[in-house]
T-cell receptor, first 115, second 111 residues
Framework: NAGVTQTPKFRVLKTGQSMTLLCAQDMNHEYMYWYRQDPGMGLRLIHYSVGEGTTAKGEVPDGYNVSRLKKQNFLLGLESAAPSQTSVYFC??????????????FGPGTRLTVL | GESVGLHLPTLSVQEGDNSIINCAYSNSASDYFIWYKQESGKGPQFIIDIRSNMDKRQGQRVTVLLNKTVKHLSLQIAATQPGDSAVYFCAENEGTYKYIFGTGTRLKVLA
């Protein structure tokens, strides 16, 4: 049981390049999330998904797209990277949310630098 | 490792002493709270949670206290160990997809 895994762990991009971050979870969780973490700020939600085939915008969605084609995977895409997207990206998953809230389990993070 | 919070408040504690980390939450409608531990270069790790119908919850060496009147949450770590050195932050939730995360406190354990 690996929990939540993320690939890659590190990446350096040039402005305008594109890339996809992959998140995978083996806990059969319905809910998955992408956050970014920047110095001096709490985690901020980019996009989330309440189930296979469904995604929604979070707090800071601009410049990112996501897809949830399989229940266990949640992909975060940057179509045209900008220096402002330099950050540490975390994926998380949870069994449920809302009335029956459940703990979010986080992946190890992807450190992205955009030059 | 990389430090994500370069200017975080820091709590320095002698090994074996108790640590108390505080968090002021923002939303009076929040009714679920979580404490996370984040070691350098790693993702946040769940420590303990508490729901608003409680004011205290204990785990192994950790206790969370909730004061809804002043919107304050605290994490107490008993007999602090070197392995407890990390950034600790709280999160609040009001029953939706949105969790509000604090910026965190860095705990340094002195040998």
């Amino acid at each position: 049981n690996a929990g939540v895994t993320q690939t890659p762990k590190f990446r350096v991009l040039k402005t305008g390049q594109s890339m996809t971050l992959l998140c995978a979870q083996d806990m059969n969780h319905e809910y998955m999330y992408w956050y970014r973490q920047d110095p001096g700020m709490g985690l901020r939600l980019i996009h989330y998904s309440v189930g296979e085939g469904t995604t929604a915008k979070g707090e800071v969605p601009d410049g990112y797209n996501v897809s949830r084609l399989k229940k266990q995977n949640f992909l975060l895409g940057l179509e045209s990277a900008a220096p402002s997207q330099t950050s540490v990206y975390f994926c998380a998953s949870s069994y449920s949310m809302g009335r029956r809230r459940d703990t979010q389990y986080f992946g190890p993070g992807t450190r992205l630098t955009v030059l | 490792g990389e430090s994500v919070g370069l200017h975080l408040p820091t709590l320095s504690v002698q090994e074996g002493d108790n640590s108390i980390i505080n968090c002021a939450y923002s939303n009076s409608a929040s009714d679920y709270f979580i404490w996370y531990k984040q070691e350098s270069g790693k993702g946040p790790q769940f420590i303990i949670d508490i729901r608003s119908n409680m004011d205290k919850r204990q785990g192994q060496r950790v206790t969370v206290l909730l004061n809804k009147t002043v919107k304050h949450l605290s994490l107490q770590i008993a007999a602090t160990q070197p392995g407890d050195s990390a950034v600790y932050f709280c999160a609040e939730n009001e029953g939706t997809y949105k969790y509000i995360f604090g910026t965190g406190t860095r705990l340094k354990v002195l040998a």
